[in-house]
T-cell receptor, first 114, second 112 residues
């Protein structure tokens, strides 16, 4: 079975500061990795994904994540955050075969203040 | 691409009542998933459809829960004899092939 650990339930940060949201996963087989963002009273939006290839993946709004197989991590980073980045961020894993259900972490709330 | 649509957005009901939620996936997405999200937690998988066939159900899906996807298009999730513990956000997601899942905005269920 797969599992995801997001160590920080909440991360407060000032606007324009860098941020890292941590994600570690456990799986005995290869998985795909995802970061989703959830704004209040909305569903989840895909932020970025790692399927294969380059271990560094980037989103269009400045976020990036690096897949580290030896440390089983997929940390999310942004060099300079905006107020609008305030949201809940979920890391998830999925097998690349079978039913492909997502297994999520408990989420990290990013709070950006001026 | 109109996105995944879920109705209603909010549902308030009394304990013991039956409720039904609807999910309209992105057209041509043959895979459809239901998840449940409680306060402060990540979404948890409930059930999976490939076209009209329900191929996997989580142990979270008690016998009070039933889901259908007639003709492989929209899906419904019904909860019978609702309990306080059923209060949650119910999320629907769809995809095709090996692509990432697209989520709807969810139905928030509140049990009085």
């Amino acid at each position: 079975a797969q599992s995801v650990t997001q160590l920080d339930s909440q991360v407060p940060v000032f606007e324009e500061a860098p941020v890292e949201l941590r994600c570690n996963y456990s799986s005995s087989v290869s998985v795909y990795l995802f970061w989703y963002v959830q704004y209040p009273n909305q569903g989840l939006q895909l932020l970025l994904k790692y399927l294969s290839g380059s271990t560094l993946v980037e989103s269009i709004n400045g976020f990036e994540a690096e897949f580290n197989k030896s440390q089983t991590s997929f940390h999310l980073r942004k060099p300079s955050v905006h107020i609008s980045d305030t949201a809940e961020y979920f890391c998830a894993v999925r097998l690349n075969t079978g039913f492909q259900k997502l297994v999520f972490g408990t989420g990290t709330r990013l709070l950006v203040s001026p | 691409d109109t996105g995944v649509s879920q109705n209603p957005r909010h549902k308030i009901t009394k304990r013991g009542q039956n409720v039904t939620f609807r999910c309209d996936p992105i057209s041509e997405h043959n895979r459809l998933y239901w998840y449940r999200q409680t306060l402060g937690q990540g979404p948890e998988f409930l059930t999976y459809f490939q076209n009209e066939a329900q191929l996997e159900k989580s142990r979270l899906l008690s016998d009070r829960f039933s889901a259908e996807r007639p003709k492989g298009s929209f899906s419904t999730l019904e909860i019978q004899r609702t309990e306080q513990g059923d209060s949650a956000m119910y999320l629907c997601a769809s995809t095709r092939d090996n692509q990432p899942q697209h989520f709807g905005d969810g139905t928030r269920l509140s049990i009085l």
